[in-house]
């Protein structure tokens, strides 16, 4: 029964905030559009750290929103972290044609040759291994997604905003009036 009323919460402020946030904001449906499309697409790299300074540079450099863009980014979390990746991971092993890392794979991880440069060079391959399919899927996954956000929301935002207003900018709160009193 708590868990029901969670989700109810959880959708009743998902709902206020995609109301709200993004349908009611003061951009046209093309900048919040890609705003969401860069947070998707940033959300499926694995920049994590580096997602929300990573999103507000991409909206800022195509003049796309970035508020909704660096909150988006919030998919991808640490609940959220093995859903997303070794999904993404699993289809860049498949594009680039690679088995899977093995049990002894993990066993030799345990014990890298001696030396100071064979033990670099060791894990730098170990870390290629995993890393070049992550990457790879990731990219993949995330131009798939954010191509299909941008696309889904800019007809959404459209048609909500015609039926709403008739217009696809949100009308003014205030009438623009000049200080000196010449009507405009």
Same mark, same amino acid.
């Given at each position: 029964?708590?868990?029901?009323?969670?989700?109810?919460?959880?959708?009743?402020?998902?709902?206020?905030?995609?109301?709200?946030?993004?349908?009611?904001?003061?951009?046209?449906?093309?900048?919040?559009?890609?705003?969401?499309?860069?947070?998707?697409?940033?959300?499926?790299?694995?920049?994590?750290?580096?997602?929300?300074?990573?999103?507000?540079?991409?909206?800022?450099?195509?003049?796309?929103?970035?508020?909704?863009?660096?909150?988006?980014? =919030?998919?991808?979390?640490?609940?959220?972290?093995?859903?997303?990746?070794?999904?993404?991971?699993?289809?860049?092993?498949?594009?680039?044609?690679?088995?899977?890392?093995?049990?002894? =794979?993990?066993?030799?991880?345990?014990?890298?040759?001696?030396?100071?440069?064979?033990?670099?060079?060791?894990? =730098?391959?170990?870390?290629?291994?995993?890393?070049?399919?992550?990457?790879?899927?990731?990219?993949?996954?995330?131009?798939?997604?954010?191509?299909?956000?941008?696309?889904?929301?800019?007809?959404?935002?459209?048609?909500?905003?015609?039926?709403?207003?008739?217009?696809?900018?949100?009308?003014?709160?205030?009438?623009?009036?000049?200080?000196?009193?010449?009507?405009?």
């Amino acid at each position: 029964r708590q868990l029901l009323l969670r989700f109810r919460m959880f959708q009743r402020r998902l709902r206020h905030f995609v109301i709200h946030n993004v349908l009611h904001a003061d951009d046209p449906p093309h900048r919040l559009a890609l705003g969401i499309a860069i947070g998707v697409f940033v959300a499926f790299t694995p920049t994590i750290g580096f997602q929300m300074v990573l999103a507000v540079f991409l909206a800022w450099l195509l003049g796309a929103n970035k508020i909704i863009g660096a909150t988006l980014v =919030w998919i991808s979390n640490p609940a959220t972290i093995i859903p997303i990746y070794y999904p993404c991971y699993v289809v860049g092993r498949f594009i680039l044609r690679q088995r899977g890392v093995s049990f002894r =794979w993990w066993r030799e991880l345990g014990s890298p040759p001696e030396g100071w440069w064979d033990g670099v060079v060791f894990y =730098w391959n170990r870390f290629t291994e995993i890393a070049v399919p992550l990457w790879v899927g990731c990219l993949l996954v995330a131009i798939i997604l954010g191509y299909l956000s941008y696309r889904a929301s800019l007809s959404a935002i459209c048609i909500y905003r015609m039926k709403r207003w008739g217009q696809l900018m949100p009308p003014l709160a205030k009438p623009k009036r000049h200080d000196r009193g010449v009507p405009q």
